[in-house]
């Protein structure tokens, strides 16, 4: 959009027809909201061709929407050139805002991370125009603080009002992102753009000091790695399947774990689901002609594939490697580190409950036996489905452990304006009784990440614990349904058109001391806990004695 100013008390949105032609357009007003909204037909030549009677026929939509209140206008329109005509037809007085203070845009975008920077000379010279992408930015974002050039345009990605974003913004007036939406979400998006614009409080310089940059790394992160997860191009597709020689099985039942725990041995993971696993390494080194290289290591040689292509795991990861992120807030991807701002160092004592584990063995931690019918119950799974079965609040508490679950336990609550889903990670003790050894928070804080890729996805959530479900039937062993049934779960889904979801992530290891957490169990606790703030903001909330 374009950003305006305007003293003007009325508007002349009749004046649309001097700038389109109203033969070949329309026009439709919302004189109560201001809303001017003109979709104008555009036949133009073809460059392949000199025949005049082939052309194309595209349709142009131009937008206008001004806050009285606010005394601002904005221009939405498919044909850029076009937007100062429209502006100066409809209004008598404007001034396009134009300056550096359209950065600010950018504020209040947690994670923000910049993926270009563009750069112009103040006062001329041989250089006219530079562009950083990519791992170049830093450099860009040091030559932007020096007196001698101007921001011309920044475009990043990242986190606001626990959705994930993209925002660009040019000092020429331009602010886009990218997105598909209503136009009620474009006039709120256009707002609240405004009101940070207009904030002299926000400084530009504070913003991009804050940002996320990505560093080019010859050797593996001085930190421990506890949270691992498949690339995000494997989740969005339900068509992947893993498969050796002799056998294959669907990506939803696979996990990746690390296999290593300590802030200097070499970065190992593992791919499983029961039957299949291959161990690899992933070795940063700028020997490397890509700066890194995932290798196998030991088990099975597994295939990843899409029915119409296939690739050993170890190659794709090559060319899609997995994120690794470490107790110090830091994630690596192949060889880009990127280094997060850390805010808090103790994990808040009002998001730490305990719970009585008397008559359970802390080092069992699934419920389930070779006798499906039978379910041990002095397991960690048992107590936590019998604590949410026992308030009578929930329509579905599912049993989702095994590998390639999305949590130990989910369960949902359906309330009168929203969807709640709440995610149980259970993890056993190292100990037989509590304590405080950090090695118990590890794996099931990178858990409690990894379940928030779902938060976007919730219809591609329930799909996944109804196949789940029909996957565990055809064994056959016992439902995973403590609450609930198939039928619940389709209901819910046809109410999400019209409910808000909420989630909740819950850490359960009761073998944690809730008095003698350690400042080394905080640094984990804290990772966890801002990348699902920071993310989609959601609160993680550790269940321990």
């Known amino acids: 959009m374009f950003m305006y100013h305007t003293g003007d008390k009325t508007w002349n949105w009749e004046n649309w027809d001097t700038v389109f032609n109203p033969e070949h357009s329309h026009c439709c007003v919302n004189q109560k909201t201001k809303i001017l909204i003109v979709t104008e037909r555009d036949i133009s030549s073809v460059d392949w061709t000199t025949s005049k009677d082939i052309v194309d026929l595209t349709w142009q939509l131009h937008i206008l929407y001004w806050n009285e209140k606010k005394k601002v206008f904005f221009i939405n329109t498919t044909d850029k050139g076009i937007a100062d005509r429209f502006a100066t037809a409809v209004f008598s007085t404007k001034k396009r805002k134009a300056d550096e203070d359209l950065f600010r845009c950018l504020s209040g975008v947690n994670r923000l991370k910049l993926a270009t920077v563009g750069l112009k000379p103040k006062y001329g010279g041989h250089i006219r125009y530079q562009m950083y992408a990519g791992i170049d930015v830093e450099a860009g974002l040091t030559e932007a603080q020096k007196a001698n050039v101007r921001k011309s345009n920044l475009f990043g990605v990242g986190y606001e009002d626990g959705k994930d974003i993209s925002i660009g913004c040019s000092y020429k007036g331009t602010v886009w992102a990218k997105w598909v939406e209503t136009l009620d979400y474009w006039i709120e998006w256009c707002n609240k753009v405004a009101d940070k614009v207009h904030d002299n409080s926000i400084s530009v310089e504070e913003i991009l000091k804050g940002a996320l940059i990505q560093t080019v790394v010859t050797s593996r992160p001085n930190a421990v790695p506890y949270g691992i997860d498949f690339p995000i191009e ?34 190992t993971f593992s791919v499983s689901n029961g039957q299949m696993s291959e161990e690899f390494t992933l070795e940063v080194s700028d020997k490397h002609s890509d700066g890194f290289v995932v290798t196998h290591k030991s088990g099975d040689l597994i295939f990843v594939s899409d029915r119409k292509k296939e690739l050993y795991l170890a190659e794709y990861f090559r060319e899609n490697p997995p994120e690794i992120r470490f107790c110090n807030q830091s994630s690596l991807d192949g060889n880009l580190l990127t280094r997060a701002k850390v805010h808090e160092t103790q994990f808040s004592k009002d998001n730490i409950n305990t719970l009585n584990w008397d008559g359970v063995d802390l080092k069992k931690e699934s419920q389930w ?13 048992y107590k936590v489905i019998s604590m949410l079965n026992s308030t009578d609040k929930y329509a579905v508490i599912f049993d989702d452990d095994s590998r390639g679950e999305i949590a130990d336990v989910v369960a949902i609550i359906e309330e009168p304006t929203a969807i709640r889903f709440e995610l149980y990670h259970c993890k056993f003790s ?55 049934d198939g039928k619940t779960l389709q209901s819910l889904k046809k109410k999400l058109k019209f409910f808000r979801p909420e989630f909740n992530v819950y850490i359960v290891q009761p073998g944690v001391d809730s008095k003698r957490i350690t400042q080394s169990m905080h640094d984990v606790l804290c990772s966890a806990s801002s990348y699902l703030q920071e993310t989609y903001a959601i609160k993680l909330q550790l269940i321990c004695s």
């Open 369 to 381: 036996q070779k006798d499906a019918d039978v379910k041990a119950d002095d397991s960690i799974q």
């Open 430 to 484: 190292g100990g037989g009784q509590a304590g405080f050894r950090v090695k118990d928070l590890y794996e099931v804080c990178g858990q409690a990440e990894k379940c928030v890729n779902w938060y976007p996805r919730i219809d591609k959530l329930i799909d996944r614990l109804i196949e789940r479900e029909s996957k565990r039937l055809s064994k056959p062993q016992g439902t995973r349904f403590e609450v609930g």
């Open 234 to 267: 494997l989740y969005l597709s339900s068509s992947y399947y893993m498969k050796t020689e002799i056998l294959d099985d669907s990506l939803l039942n696979f996990d990746i774990t690390l296999t290593v725990e300590d802030d200097s041995s070499p970065l």
